[in-house]
């Protein structure tokens, strides 16, 4: 049974500041996260940085407390070997996530972007 649902977008072009500025990205972004996004261009990097920021947003819309409660870096995205995008939820988020939707929660989601949007879909479904 599905729990919650959340959809975000984020204006790609938003995210050039934040590459700039690593206060910004270690604000929003775990070191897994980053260490990630190093070898790419900046214009790549900005593109990377905005749709998983709209994952995280999108997380705290389906499990309905916006972002309060955890912070976005206990929130990030991994990809399996055949490229497919799985949201890891740890530390604050993973107990808000348990207490929203129960222990054994499962949460999908689909990434996409295209020029100066990013957007990003999740879906949990209660544990």
């Not at 072009?13 to 500025?21: A, G, P």
């Not at 499990?63 to 949201?87: Q, R």
């Not at 957007?119 to 209660?126: D, G, I, N, S």
Request: hydrophobic share 40%.
């Amino acid at each position: 049974m599905v729990c919650g649902i959340g959809v975000d977008m984020a204006k790609v072009s938003r995210f050039l500041r934040w590459v700039k500025d690593p206060k910004m990205i270690d604000r929003y972004f775990n070191r897994e996260e980053q260490l990630v996004s190093q070898t790419a261009s900046e214009q790549r990097r900005c593109e990377w940085y905005a749709v998983r920021f709209a994952a995280k947003e999108a997380f705290s819309k389906a499990v309905g407390t916006g972002l309060n409660g955890f912070d976005l870096c206990d929130i990030y995205i991994v990809k399996d070997e055949c490229g497919m995008p799985s949201l890891c939820v740890t530390g604050r988020a993973l107990s808000v996530l348990h207490e929203k939707c129960g222990e054994g929660a499962k949460v999908f989601v689909s990434l996409t972007h295209e020029k100066e949007y990013a957007l990003a879909f999740v879906t949990v479904e209660r544990g």
